[in-house]
């Protein structure tokens, strides 16, 4: 089986869409590890997607902000003002519905998917001392998980015993680095951002899980970020959320 593997979607359509044009017929299941709207101008279109395509969803912090089962309080007052301005931009039923995503972690034809850290869901995993635990503790050899927005991901076994980093950067006519994976290592995985990567690459980010073959494809696609940047300043989102997709930080 091949899983289509989403993070951090972030209410852009134009970026979702292209990644899903650009793997028409490449995967049989899709996945999503949460936060499929803040920060983007298309609450409900990015919604409306993830559920025709019928994707297996966790809830991100940003879906407990826009749906208000959280406050924001504890978000920067830029991310706070597209939290409320989704909030109220939200067709009454998709709220519910990101109301009612589950939480993390979970687990799907052996691996497992958290928005943030195994143990939290926002807890955010930026370095090897971070993600140990989450290594540790892995219910499976493979764990996906998002929230940072940076595609790569940390091992542990094989080797040594130490936390390793991954990064990957397909270049030139490669839309994706395929990463083998090893018996007797265990893996956190980040797919990437599809709406707002944060790693210093424009493109939208993902990843395409091969079960049987063991394989994980890491990919970037380029969409029409302009597209996305006109309509976020129609809606009147804060300008650093708008100039950010530019710069991929
Ligand atoms: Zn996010």
């Not at 936060?35 to 279109?45: A, Q, R, S, T």
């Not at 025709?52 to 912090?61: F, L, P, Q, S, V």
């Not at 519910?96 to 928005?115: C, D, M, Q, R, S």
């Not at 991954?166 to 893996?187: D, R």
Request: hydrophobic share 40%; net charge negative.
């Amino acid at each position: 089986m091949r899983y289509l593997i989403l993070s951090d979607i972030h209410a852009n359509l134009t970026a979702l869409d292209t990644a899903l044009a650009a793997t028409k017929g490449k995967w049989e299941k899709a996945v999503c590890l949460g936060d499929v709207v803040g920060y983007g101008p298309d609450p409900n279109e990015v919604i409306d997607r993830i559920r025709e395509i019928d994707a297996i969803t966790i809830r991100g912090n940003h879906d407990k902000a826009g749906s208000g089962l959280a406050n924001a309080e504890d978000f920067n007052p830029v991310a706070r003002n597209a939290a409320l301005w989704t909030r109220d931009k939200l067709r009454p039923e998709l709220r519910e519905y990101l109301e009612k995503l589950p939480t993390g972690p979970a687990t799907i034809n052996g691996f497992t998917i958290v928005h943030g850290a195994s143990r939290d869901e926002d807890e955010y995993v930026f370095a090897p001392a971070q993600a140990l635990d989450s290594l540790i503790e892995a219910a499976t050899p493979i764990t996906f998980f998002g929230h940072t927005h940076l595609q790569g991901g940390f091992t542990l076994g094989g080797e040594d015993d130490r936390v390793g980093v991954l990064h990957f950067k397909p270049e030139g006519e490669n839309k994706f680095s395929p990463l083998t994976i090893e018996p007797g290592t265990t893996y956190l995985l980040n797919p990437g951002s599809i709406g707002q990567p944060r790693d210093g690459d424009t493109r939208a980010a993902f990843a395409i899980a091969d079960v049987e073959n063991k394989v994980v494809e890491f990919w970037r696609v380029p969409y029409d970020i302009e597209a996305v940047q006109k309509r976020m300043a129609a809606a009147g989102l804060p300008e650093p959320l708008i100039l950010r997709l530019q710069f991929g930080r």
